[in-house]
């Protein structure tokens, strides 16, 4: 999926123009290459409307958000300046069922989570992360006398 093009054919950098310059130019770009090509220009519009109804159909295409830009900002590599990821939000209770190291320091990086399937059965789901330096200090403390027990079945 292509939101933006960095270069044009001549290979001028584009990256210092505004999204709403180099939408035009990633349109045009697109209508060069063949139909049946796996890459594809990402959809875009300013319509509130249509960026609900994306939202809404987000599931079924195996996508958890979507990505709002600012048309007034140029591209700005490896940060979010200008742009929003917009999430679907699901919930569950879940069982936390263990936890997994950190690569660095030590603490606990991400909480195991289990459900229970129509057999009673504990049944691995995901994980939880993003804890800070200190959070991961914290949960090992708690987690860590816990060890032990079956855990998924």
């Not at 709403?20 to 090509?37: N, Y």
């Not at 959809?43 to 109804?53: L, N």
């Not at 490896?78 to 939000?89: D, H, L, S, T, Y």
């Amino acid at each position: 999926m292509c939101f933006n093009l960095l270069v044009d054919e001549q290979g001028e950098a584009l990256n210092r123009r505004l999204l709403a310059e180099g939408l035009p130019l990633l349109q045009q770009f697109f209508r060069k290459i063949v139909e049946h090509s796996m890459v594809r220009p990402s959809p875009a519009s300013p319509d509130h409307d249509q960026a609900k109804k994306w939202m809404h159909g987000l599931g079924k295409l195996g996508l958890d958000g979507i990505v709002a830009k600012r048309l007034d900002e140029p591209y700005h590599s490896g940060e979010r300046i200008g742009m929003v990821k917009i999430r679907r939000i699901r919930t569950a209770d879940a069982v936390v069922v263990g936890f997994r190291y950190a690569e660095k320091g030590g603490g606990s990086g991400s909480l195991l989570l289990g459900l229970y399937n129509s057999e009673g059965l504990l049944d691995h789901v995901g994980f939880t992360s993003s804890f800070n330096s200190e959070q991961r200090q914290e949960l090992k403390k708690i987690a860590k006398p816990m060890i032990g027990g079956s855990g998924f079945t």
